[in-house]
Every structure is written in structure tokens, then in C-alpha cells.
């Protein structure tokens, strides 16, 4: 299953979610492209009233996200 996307967040934030919580357990790999993805999908939330979290970051990530 393809992990979170542009379109998702866009159509969350659509449907009236407030609060996104973007479960990262899967990933084995995440580079600048994966970061712009959801760095979009916070800039996305946060326009639209809402809230983004990364919840369950593998540790082999966690330096991209500090």
C-alpha cells in the first residue's frame, strides 16, 4: 500500500479532519522527496486548520526530522 501523499492530506483536510496522525512505521527509507511530501502535507493542515503528527518514526529517520 503507497504510503501518505498530497492528494490524501488534501482531501483529509477537505473532508473536515482536524487532527492527522501520519503513522511512519513503515518506512525503511526517506529522503528529500519523501520530506517535501510531508512538509507539503503540514503546510496543507496548517492553512487549513489543521494538525499534522508523525507518530511512530522508525529511529533510522529520526535525523531527518529534527
Do not use: Y
Not at 482536524?18 to 511512519?24: E, P, T
Not at 527509507?29 to 507518530?55: E, I, K, P, T
Amino acid at each position: 500500500m503507497p504510503g501518505p501523499s498530497r492528494t490524501t492530506s488534501k482531501e483529509l483536510i477537505a473532508r473536515g479532519d482536524r487532527f492527522i496522525v501520519l503513522d511512519l512505521s513503515g518506512v525503511s527509507f526517506c529522503d528529500s522527496a519523501g520530506l517535501n511530501v510531508l512538509l507539503g502535507a503540514w503546510r496543507q493542515a496548517d492553512a487549513g486548520g489543521a494538525m499534522v503528527v508523525s507518530a511512530r518514526v522508525p529511529s533510522h529517520c529520526c535525523g531527518s526530522f529534527r
